[in-house]
């Protein structure tokens, strides 16, 4: 039972990460899009579990690529063959996943290392289990930035205390700069973002998919990325309480996870593309310009890249706390 200070922190949470929703076009969510196969396989080796013993994981993924594994894992019937059934809901805004997540409605949730500081800020005693396969780019349509370090003195759209912010915190620094060299424009709807930046109404905009090929389709130019900054704030998380009580069933899905990825990997690019059209929202018309992420299995958080999170989010006063890696990385699958 919840006390009335718990409570107050989680209604504080929620309203702090509606205002900082880091995804998210319109509220509501999209629905679960993905339909339980029920397939079965045979084998010595990799029969599907029974179903009255599998267990259960509800996940609140937002649209975004990295929730195409867990979608094609359960599409597949790859959930039910390592014993669990996934339940995905895919919502379009952070701060609509979290009300659900709040309520109990769902047991793990895509997030980010600072939405991981802020949740135990809050009191709440939230794990990552592993990182995700996401990705933000910075575009620009200015045709005098070439360079992560041309920014200095020019307009960066971005939304205040996310992980966007982060994300562009880290590209300058690593350019030499910081973030009092750039002027921030704050524009939570990534729609609006790339519109702004397609008007020339700013220099530069940090964005995910689909808006970055979108972007790019337009005449927009990528001056970094998260991957190559080597910045990673992209996590699977779950609270303590869950990761007790069905650690199991954590274990079969990344099991599960791992097979989708290799399934991607021996397949065409046209026997998936349908699927991520529809659940990341790429337009019909870019299908053949749409390029798959190379997806690996997953796999641990890296302490340093928690450590550099938290140090931001203490900077920016989202997080007051001393909080160690070891303290929010959870090793029921993957050792710390």
């Known amino acids: 039972m919840k006390t009335k200070k718990a409570s107050s922190r989680i209604f504080t949470l929620i309203v702090l990460l509606a205002l900082i929703s880091v ?13 339980n196969t029920g397939a079965v396989s045979e084998g010595s080796n990799d029969k599907t579990v029974a179903a009255k013993e599998i267990g259960e994981l509800n996940l609140g993924l937002l649209t975004s690529i990295d929730a195409i594994p867990f979608i094609i894992a359960h599409e597949q019937g790859f959930d039910e063959k390592h014993g669990v059934k996934l339940n995905i809901e895919s919502f379009k805004s952070a701060k609509d996943r979290d009300v659900a997540f709040h309520a109990g409605k769902i047991d793990g949730i895509s997030a980010d290392l600072i939405a991981l500081a802020i949740y135990n800020e809050a009191g709440l005693d939230v794990k990552a289990t592993s990182t995700t396969f996401g990705e933000f780019d910075l575009l620009t349509g200015n045709a005098d930035i070439m360079e992560v370090k041309d920014l200095q003195g020019k307009t960066v ?23 009092k060299d750039i002027t921030v424009t704050e ?3 990534i729609p609006t973002r790339l519109e702004l930046l397609k008007s020339n109404k700013s220099d530069a905009a940090i964005l995910p998919e689909p808006f970055v090929t979108m972007g790019q389709a337009s005449g927009l130019r990528v001056l970094s990325s998260t991957i190559q900054a080597g910045v990673n704030p992209f ?3 779950f609270p303590q309480e869950v990761i007790s009580q069905k650690s199991q069933e954590i274990a079969a899905m990344y099991a599960a996870y791992d097979e989708a990825v290799a399934y991607m990997k021996s397949h065409d690019q046209s026997d998936i593309i ?3 059209i529809e659940e ?17 299995p997953a796999y641990q958080v890296d302490g340093e890249q928690v450590k550099a999170a938290f140090e931001w989010a203490k900077e920016k006063g989202l997080l007051s706390k001393d909080i160690s890696p070891e ?3 959870s090793d029921v699958v993957f050792k710390k």
Do not use: F, H, R
């Open 157 to 179: 759209i971005l939304s205040k205390n996310t992980s966007t912010e982060y994300t562009v915190a880290m590209m300058l620094k690593q350019a030499g700069l910081s973030e």
């Open 280 to 296: 990341v929202g790429y337009p019909e018309e870019m299908k053949n310009e749409i390029k798959i992420p190379e997806y690996v």
């Open 23 to 35: 995804v998210g076009t319109a509220c509501g969510s999209s629905g679960n899009s993905a339909k």
């Open 274 to 276: 349908d699927l991520i």
């Open 327 to 329: 303290e929010v990385i």
């Open 187 to 189: 524009v939570p709807q």
């Open 235 to 237: 996590i699977l998380a």
